[in-house]
C-alpha cells in the first residue's frame, strides 16, 4: 500500500520507527522514576542528603548517574522533578550530563563495540564529567539567569508547598495511605509520559528527516581536518540522535575515517545533546538557558575531542 510513495520517505519513516521504538521504553522509566521523585522526594529530604559545599554537591551529581542506568530519552524529567523539588540545578545538570554516559550499561555497550578495548569507554565517561563539572561550576557560581520556564516556576513552588506539608504529616500515613501514593506515582507518570512523548515523537521526526536527506557524503569528506572532523562529529551526534546504549556502535564504524578524538567526541556530545533531548528541554527550560547550556557543552567537547587528538 506504500508502494507508490518515493523511496526516500519510506527509509526516513523506518528511522523514524526506529528512534521512537528505541527510546520509548526509556522514556517511560525516566516518567515513572519522575513520578516517584514527585510523590516521596520532599525539599527536606534533599538538604539532609546533599552536600551543603557545591563542589561537592556536583560532584554527588555527577556520581548519581552510576546508580541510575538512564537512557538520556528519559533523564530530562527526572532532571525537571529534582530542580522541582529543590536539588540545586548544578547538581541536577551535572546529573543530567553524566547519567547516560558513566552508567554500567553504556560503559559496556562501548568496551563492546570498541573490540573489548576500555580506552574508548574511559575517555568517554572521563570526557562527560569534566563536561558536566565544568557545567555545575557555571550553575554554581556563574550563571544568573532563569533556568525554568515562568509557569513551571509556579508549579515548582506549588509542588515545594505541598512536599512540605506531605512531610509534616508523614508520621500519620497509613497503609492504605502508601497505596494511593502509589497510584499518585502512576498517574503523574502516564500525564508526564505524555506530556513528553510528543516531543520524543517530533523530535525523532525531525532527526529522520536530517538522517535521510542531509548530505552525509560530503560530510565525510571533511574528516581529514581535526577541527572540521570534531564539528561534522558533533553534528552527526545531534543529527542522528542516537541512544547512549547504541551509538558507541555507530561511532566505531566511524573510527578509520575520523580518528579517535572526533569519534570521542561524538560519544560525549550525542547523549548531552540531540534533537530530542532539546525539544523535550524546552518543555520545561526557558530557551535562553538551553542555549547557553549548549554552546558551554560544544566548547568543552570540542576542546576535549582536540586534546584527545593530540
Known amino acids: 500500500m506504500f508502494s507508490h510513495l518515493p523511496d526516500s520517505i519510506l527509509q526516513m519513516s523506518m528511522i523514524f520507527l526506529s528512534i ?3 527510546a520509548l521504553p526509556f522514556v517511560l522509566l525516566g516518567c515513572i522514576i519522575s513520578g516517584a521523585l514527585y510523590v516521596f522526594l520532599t525539599p527536606e529530604r534533599v538538604q539532609r542528603l546533599l ?18 542506568p538512564s537512557c538520556e530519552c528519559g533523564i530530562v524529567p527526572i532532571v525537571n522533578q529534582f530542580v522541582k523539588k529543590g536539588v540545586p540545578n548544578h547538581t541536577a545538570f551535572a546529573f543530567m ?7 554500567p550499561i553504556v560503559i559496556f555497550s562501548t568496551f563492546i563495540a570498541f573490540g573489548n578495548s576500555m580506552r574508548y569507554a574511559f575517555l568517554r565517561v572521563i570526557g562527560s564529567l569534566i563536561v558536566a563539572m565544568v557545567i555545575g561550576v557555571w550553575l554554581a557560581y556563574f550563571n544568573q539567569q532563569s533556568i525554568i520556564k515562568d509557569a513551571n516556576l509556579q508549579q ?10 506531605h512531610e509534616k504529616s508523614a508520621h ?19 500525564d508526564e509520559f505524555f506530556d513528553t512523548g510528543r516531543y520524543l515523537m517530533i523530535g525523532g521526526l525531525i532527526a529522520a528527516a536530517m538522517q535521510t536527506y542531509l548530505p552525509t557524503g560530503v560530510m565525510l569528506t571533511l574528516g581529514s581536518n581535526k577541527i572540521l572532523a570534531v564539528v ?25 575515517l575520523f580518528g579517535t578524538g572526533p569519534v570521542v567526541g561524538f560519544l560525549v556530545f550525542g547523549p548531552m545533546v540531540d534533537i530530542k533531548n532539546l525539544l523535550m528541554m524546552k518543555r520545561y527550560f526557558s ?12 566548547v568543552c567537547v570540542t576542546g576535549y575531542a582536540l586534546v584527545v587528538s593530540l
Do not use: W, Y
Open 20 to 22: 521512537v521504538i528505541e
Open 287 to 298: 530557551g535562553r538557558f538551553i542555549a547557553s547550556l549548549v554552546a558551554i557543552i560544544v
Open 172 to 190: 500519620n500515613q497509613t497503609k492504605k495511605t502508601f497505596t494511593q501514593q502509589v497510584g499518585h506515582v502512576l498517574e503523574h507518570s502516564v
Open 232 to 256: 561534522v562529529m558533533l553534528f552527526l551526534a545531534l543529527a542522528m540522535s542516537l541512544c547512549s546504549e547504541a551509538d558507541a556502535f555507530i561511532g566505531s564504524s566511524l573510527l578509520s
Open 97 to 103: 550530563l553524566t547519567a547516560p554516559i558513566i552508567n
Open 51 to 68: 552536600p551543603q559545599n557545591k563542589l561537592a554537591a556536583i560532584a554527588v551529581g555527577c556520581g548519581l548517574g552510576f546508580f541510575f
Open 156 to 165: 515548582a513552588v506549588a509542588n515545594v508547598s505541598h512536599s512540605h506539608h
